[in-house]
């Protein structure tokens, strides 16, 4: 077996050390509440890995399951001791959490990075080492120049990783982080991102939004908002409002013409200011197609 032990042993979580080199950077879900619970029920079924380190052991594989062993109140778990430094040992936690859990993609952007500086790695002998392309490795070792706000967006899950890189080609900050609120609050896939970069990039973006400075009534303070116009109705919203929508440019062309026809014959130039209102019209038209 060479300087590999391969042996399973039960060892004191009180001699376990976190990895120097940690692939999750949070461990606060709804599936690590689930494992903590199955390790309190069950006890820990699969031996983590870890190197001996002056008298105690650094984890290799396995830190998320040591976490939840520590918060079941586990005294000691099953571990393999592999007698691996360097390289070696970073390369088999790349393994056993890319291929095995659920890793967000920011915390392995980082843990990438990290294992390249502290190992002497190239990307090519990287990539070679756990059985990804080169390309995959570049696409997230860039992510350390996104903007911080989209980051945090996907670490949190609120934005899948795909999505994330074509809002951050956006290079019009305001716009950027404008659209970031709205995929969030309303959902996006990466095809629809890489829709608003390209209608971005060719200037073709609905109307930026106006700010206005209005009272928070409950902290007495003024404060930004800033409002755009709803692409059905006209009328004028808070942008934190707005939600993703899916529909034909023709569809939404058809919408304008309505409203313009319904404006015409109220007499007014309010798309509100006489008949029946636009959001009423709407609700109708909806309610006419589900009865269909």
Request: a negative charge; glycine letters at 8%; one cysteine or more.
């Amino acid at each position: 077996m060479d300087d590999k032990t391969n042996l399973v042993k039960n060892i004191s979580v009180e001699l376990i050390d976190d990895p120097r080199l940690a692939i999750r950077t949070r461990a606060s879900d709804r599936s690590f509440d689930a494992l903590v619970a199955s390790i309190r029920a069950l006890g820990m079924l699969q031996p983590v890995l870890v190197k001996p380190n002056n008298g105690r052991y650094e984890i290799i594989a396995g830190h998320r399951r040591v976490l939840a062993a520590r918060a079941a109140g586990l005294l000691t778990l099953p571990a393999i001791v592999y007698a691996v430094g360097g390289a070696d040992a970073e390369v088999m936690k790349l393994h056993e959490n890319i291929c095995r859990e659920d890793v967000n993609v920011v915390d392995e952007a980082i843990f990438l990075e990290g294992v390249m500086t502290k190992c002497g790695l190239t990307i090519p002998q990287l990539a070679e080492k756990i059985g990804r392309s080169e390309s995959y490795i570049r696409d997230r070792l860039e992510m350390k120049n996104w903007d911080k706000e989209i980051l945090e967006a996907v670490w949190r899950d609120d934005i899948s990783f795909s999505a994330a890189g074509w809002l951050n080609k956006i290079s019009d900050e305001g716009v950027r982080r404008d659209w970031l609120a709205i995929a969030v609050r309303g959902g996006i896939t990466a095809a629809q991102a890489q829709h608003w970069y390209h209608q971005w990039s060719s200037g073709k973006l609905p109307e930026k939004p106006t700010e206005e400075i209005v009272e928070d009534l409950k902290s007495g303070q003024f404060v930004s908002v800033k409002k755009v116009k709803c692409s059905l109705c006209g009328v004028e919203m808070p942008l934190i409002e707005a939600i993703l929508l899916y529909g034909h440019k023709e569809c939404s062309d058809y919408w304008k013409i309505q409203q313009r026809i319904s404006v015409d014959k109220s007499g007014g130039g309010d798309p509100n200011g006489g008949g029946e209102a636009p959001h009423t019209e709407r609700q109708n038209n909806i309610t006419q197609k589900e009865g269909q």
